[in-house]
């Protein structure tokens, strides 16, 4: 909770069981510096980088590497949940006035990180970059007062894989990434025919 993210979602509720929506999650994320990471590879220059690393322990310094997806990891997704009234099971009779529903989906989507990268001592990098995609799962408790307004609490997970993501001013510098993620939402919204 001390780094909120920001999540966008508009939908259609095809019935009153199925809905889809796109969306915007605004997730971040931070390589941890002066780490010990494992290298391979050939680094020309500049020095003190170059040298041939074969799974050598590297301390990744801020000098050598700062990368991190703080302007957003931004999952712009395609979502399918289903919905369904377990109002009944805290007796609630009038669903006009309120109503509770569980609702589960699944969702895939685009990354276009904006990804603060420096690398090696040349400069900033930070543009935004379709880098790769994303899947997931969500499920979660709705309620909603007066058929209208609501509140949702969720709990997301997804897998994320970029294996385009730009890293200096060269458009030959590329990194990957791929990696498990997990969000709590809480989202407040409407409901309005159309």
């Given at each position: ?38 290298i391979s590879g050939h680094i ?55 109503q509770i529903s569980l609702t ?38 709705n309620i909603t007062v007066f ?48």
């Open positions: 909770m001390t780094i909120p993210q920001t999540n966008f979602r508009m939908g259609y509720f095809i019935n009153d069981h199925y809905s889809i929506a796109i969306g915007l999650d605004h997730m971040k994320y931070v390589l941890t510096q002066d780490q010990t990471a494992t020309d220059s500049p020095l003190p980088f170059a040298k041939i690393y074969d799974n050598t322990p590297t301390v990744i310094t801020e000098s050598f590497l700062k990368y991190e997806h703080t302007d957003g990891l931004n999952y712009i997704n395609t979502e399918f949940s289903r919905h369904d009234d377990i109002s009944s099971l805290f007796k609630i009779e009038n669903s006009d006035k309120i589960e989906g699944v969702g895939v989507g685009l990354l276009y990180p904006k990804t603060n990268t420096t690398l090696l001592g040349k400069p900033r990098h930070d543009d935004f970059h379709v880098s790769g995609y994303g899947t997931s799962v969500k499920a979660g408790l058929k209208h307004f609501y509140i949702q609490g969720e709990l997301k997970g997804g897998y994320i894989n970029m294996p385009d993501i730009r890293t200096t001013q060269s458009p030959d510098d590329r990194a990957s990434q791929h990696f498990f993620f997990f969000q709590r939402i809480i989202a407040f919204g409407g409901i309005f025919r159309i």
